[in-house]
């Protein structure tokens, strides 16, 4: 036990020192910095133009009022810091490592080859400015919806999130995963990363066959959807089931892909 405390302490030292190296590089050229900033947020003021149109419109969605699709967009925003700020840029280079041979010197580092691969380069100034956006908007529809600030509902919207998180690293590396048979996966990884705005509002949009098809088959939809259904009381007992199961069984195949990609993996020495 005290080893794997020691362990878990060690990564996560180490991944702070990833983020904080990652920090160093980008403000190396602080006009660059803070003209992707700008940028950034402009773009974040772009994709939430329709929540004006929402509360404009006053729609309804499946018995929705606009504060709760406000919540689910916030909700939304803020994954998108995780997803887009801490996995996005390793997902995307995973299968430039592979083909050009640049697994090899991670491969001698005494830490998981699979941690220092798909978590070692940030982008802080996306995952700033939508983790604060994100959390701004979830605090006011929080509060125009007049949901208690409790253990109950507080901390299970925060068990949700890092459930959607999870789920976030594992469902979109595993495409990327395919590197290690394909020469070229860069179609595979522009759809795979398309597929992250189906959650831009909630899957109640959608007809229900794709909801369930994004919950049990693809499960898009459990990323941005659970945490809002959640402290809305509108989760069915079978969805919080298949909350608290999906990211075990998916760790685990993305762990059981890895480690096959690597008995497939051909060293640039060899």
């Not at 995973?94 to 830490?111: N, S």
Request: proline share 4%; net charge positive.
């Amino acid at each position: 036990m005290r080893a794997i405390i020691r362990e878990i302490k060690k990564h996560i030292l180490i991944y702070s020192l990833f983020i904080k190296n990652s920090l160093m590089a980008q403000m190396e050229y602080r006009f660059n910095f803070i003209g992707n900033m700008a940028m950034e947020t402009g773009y974040l003021f772009v994709k939430l133009s329709y929540v004006v149109v929402v509360y404009r419109s006053g729609v309804e969605i499946n018995g929705l009022s606009p504060d709760e699709i406000l919540l689910f967009i916030g909700t939304f925003v803020t994954l998108t810091a995780c997803y887009a700020g801490l996995f996005m840029l390793n997902n995307f280079r995973l299968r430039l490592k592979i083909r050009d041979g640049e697994l090899d010197l991670l491969m001698t580092k005494p830490v998981s080859l699979q941690f220092m691969v798909t978590l070692r380069m940030t982008d802080m100034t996306i995952f700033a400015v939508d983790a604060i956006a994100g959390l701004i908007i979830v605090a006011v529809a929080w509060a125009r919806l007049s949901i208690p600030l409790n253990l109950v509902t507080v901390g299970g919207y925060a068990g949700f999130m890092i459930i959607s998180v999870l789920v976030s690293y594992s469902l979109f590396l595993l495409p990327q995963i395919l590197s290690f048979w394909l020469i070229n996966t860069s179609a595979i990884a522009e759809v795979s990363d398309l597929f992250w705005d189906f959650n831009n509002m909630p899957m109640d949009i959608y007809p229900r066959w794709i909801q369930q098809l994004g919950i049990f088959v693809l499960p898009i939809f459990v990323i941005s959807n659970f945490p809002s259904m959640f402290v809305l009381q509108r989760m069915p007992p079978v969805y919080l089931a298949w909350a608290t199961t999906l990211p075990i069984v998916l760790l685990v195949i993305l762990r059981r892909l890895w480690k096959q990609g690597l008995k497939n993996y051909n060293s640039a020495s060899s």
